[in-house]
């Protein structure tokens, strides 16, 4: 039997709570410092999850074995690597080392695998100070739209997308003298690719991994993909789009070879890899790697995946990881993430939660907080409802039916999560 801790807060950890509750291994859960409903199967700790110290402190002192790392910040900041040391090694940590985490945590690094295992992607240019008048020229060379990238993490900000080829050189120059700090001291610019985004998940041990269902999020706050970029306001799995003959070019053309260069560049990596993949006339390419789920992908992929989570993170330790497409549960799941008026922008925390009589579907938690034996909203994103069902509607019109029940000062979602794949 086996006591976890989850590092993070959102849904995806609350959703990660609810898979491994469920596992017949499973003792206790403690999750840091989690949200106002992840205390439903686990227990909330009060860390500093970018603190390892006191994370480890914890982990000896509760007996912990298994640390699952939610967010990608930790890993890139090299927890896992914190964990070699004597004292700590034996505990099992879901995640990549530092070296391997670059794979998200910087975008050249990332580029440059991709091409020295020939994997499709964008064709690109990394600039710094140095260089940047090679980058002008690599500009006037693209049509647009021009895609600028920071190489860094930028809390998911780090991503332009310019029409006009002045406005690009101008903002390459920006980013280049710290418009995104350090994260922007190199520059990736990529070609644009015209295409559906959807994206899969693999768990690897860096020699094999274990493929789970497919999902695509919908990142825009207005209906029809309008508007500002947000963490995501729901997402479905399957993709209808994503047929067998699709999946399997993914599977020959970028996951095996990066799942086969993980393995020659020697990283330690025990984690999930989240390939965001890009539909360009019939082709897969990779537009970014992750080295942790999506959120909210994972409060659709977990619900669908008919293994037991806990067996298969354990399996990455003892080297019994088999490469395998998962079972999956049949049908379509959908969540649709209710948010907090205002956002992305500013909006206001502390709005009481009702919750009264759901009738369908799981809520998952994720800017949440009980204050005072009172449910209130504590983020942006603040609930999401996952709905499972036959067909794609079903589970939509499931998850609606229950966000249109909740109820906070300023709610407000998405209906139209999914819509546009139903007649492809
Ligand atoms: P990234 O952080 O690299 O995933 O980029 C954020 C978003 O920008 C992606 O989800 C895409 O929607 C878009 N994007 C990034 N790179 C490209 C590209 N080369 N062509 C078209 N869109 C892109
Ligand atoms: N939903 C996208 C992400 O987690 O990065």
């Known amino acids: 039997m086996y006591t976890i801790l989850i590092l993070g807060s959102g849904g995806r950890e609350h959703a990660f709570i609810h898979s491994l509750h469920k596992s017949p291994l499973c003792q206790k859960i403690f999750v ?13 700790v009060v860390l500093d999850i970018k603190n390892f110290e006191s994370v480890a402190q914890f982990v000896l002192g509760n007996k912990v074995d298994i640390v699952v790392v939610g967010p990608e910040a930790p890993l890139v900041e090299g927890i896992v690597d914190y964990f070699r040391s004597e004292k700590l090694k034996h505990i099992k940590v879901v995640g990549p080392d530092a070296f391997a985490a670059q794979l998200e945590g910087s975008k050249a690094f990332a580029k440059k695998f991709m091409q020295k295992y020939n994997i499709p992607t964008a064709g690109y ?3 710094s100070s140095g260089n940047i008048e090679e980058g002008y020229h690599f500009l006037d060379k ?14 998911g900000k780090g991503v332009l997308i310019l029409n006009e080829l002045s406005e690009a050189k101008e903002e390459l120059s920006l980013m280049l003298s710290g418009k995104f700090g350090d994260a922007s001291s190199k520059v990736v610019i990529e070609e644009f690719l015209d295409g559906i985004e959807f994206s899969v998940f693999a768990l690897t041990d860096g020699r094999n991994y274990a493929l789970l269902p497919q999902a695509k999020d919908y ?8 508007g500002l970029n947000t ?14 003959e699709l999946l399997d070019d993914v599977i020959k053309s970028i996951i095996d070879p990066t799942i086969q260069g993980i393995g020659l560049e020697k990283m330690s990596y025990k984690g999930f890899v989240f390939f965001g993949l890009i ?8 537009i970014e790697y992750n080295c942790r789920m999506g959120d909210p992908e994972t409060e659709v992929v977990l619900p669908r995946l008919d293994e037991d989570l806990l067996s298969l993170f354990l399996s990455l330790f003892d080297n019994s990881l088999e490469t395998h497409i998962c079972q999956e549960i ?15 922008g500013d909006y206001e925390k502390g709005k009481k939660i009702s919750l009264s009589d759901h009738s369908e579907g799981t809520i998952f938690h994720a800017g949440t907080k ?24 079903q589970a939509l019109k499931a998850s609606i039916g229950t966000a249109e029940k909740i109820h906070f000062d300023g709610k407000y979602f998405r209906r139209d999560i999914g819509v546009d794949l139903k007649e492809k």
């Open 125 to 127: 240019l990394e600039v």
């Open 219 to 226: 990142k825009r706050i207005g209906e029809g993909d309008t």
């Open 142 to 155: 693209l049509s647009p739209p021009y895609v600028l990238k920071a190489d860094g993490l930028a809390a």
């Open 231 to 244: 963490g995501g306001m729901g997402a479905v799995s399957p993709v209808p789009f994503v047929t067998d």
């Open 330 to 344: 049949p049908g379509y799941a959908t969540t649709v993430m209710l948010v907090s008026g205002g956002y992305p």
């Open 370 to 393: 009980k204050s005072e034996g009172l449910l209130k909203t504590e983020g942006g994103r603040v609930l999401a409802v996952t709905s499972l069902a036959p067909t794609m509607d």
């Open 279 to 286: 539909l360009v006339k019939g082709k897969p390419y990779v």
């Open 32 to 44: 840091a410092p989690g949200n106002g409903g992840t205390d439903d199967f686990a227990e909330n």
